[in-house]
């Protein structure tokens, strides 16, 4: 059976931390959750996720650095982020950025940028 891909939720807001967690989760995602700029990149060299969603707005790292930070090392693939912020910032997707929402936002269109950028396993079905 296909191992769900893991998702990095980036947020220090801990009601939304939850709110995508379970969000993330009922598409098939195995998710991990970082309320700190410290915490995530640390998860992010020991687990390696398949997409990372990140706040800007962190209570001990700005998120920019956060970001420049998750840049991929030699011999790494890049990991594909999506920016969650409450205020208007400008990224590029050279910074691996694979789209931005501005909260509020709809949990619709997270998903929608997760199934594209790293779909869930499908089902297995049998016929018996």
Do not use: N, W
């Not at 409450?86 to 789209?99: K, P, Q």
Request: with cysteine.
């Amino acid at each position: 059976m296909p191992t769900a891909p893991t998702v990095l939720v980036v947020e220090d807001d801990s009601s939304l931390a939850e709110v995508l967690q379970l969000a993330l989760e009922l598409e098939g995602y195995q998710v991990r959750v970082a309320e700190g700029g410290e915490i995530a990149l640390s998860l992010a060299r020991t687990e390696r996720p398949d997409l990372i969603t990140l706040d800007l707005h962190l209570p001990d790292l700005d998120g920019h650095y956060v970001l420049e930070c998750l840049q991929p090392e030699d011999g790494y693939r890049p990991v594909p982020i999506i920016v969650i912020s409450g205020g208007h910032y400008r990224v590029s997707a050279s910074d691996g950025v694979i789209g931005v929402l501005s909260k509020p936002f709809d949990l619709g269109e997270l998903t929608g940028l997760a199934r594209i950028s790293v779909a869930p396993p499908q089902p297995v079905v049998s016929h018996v």
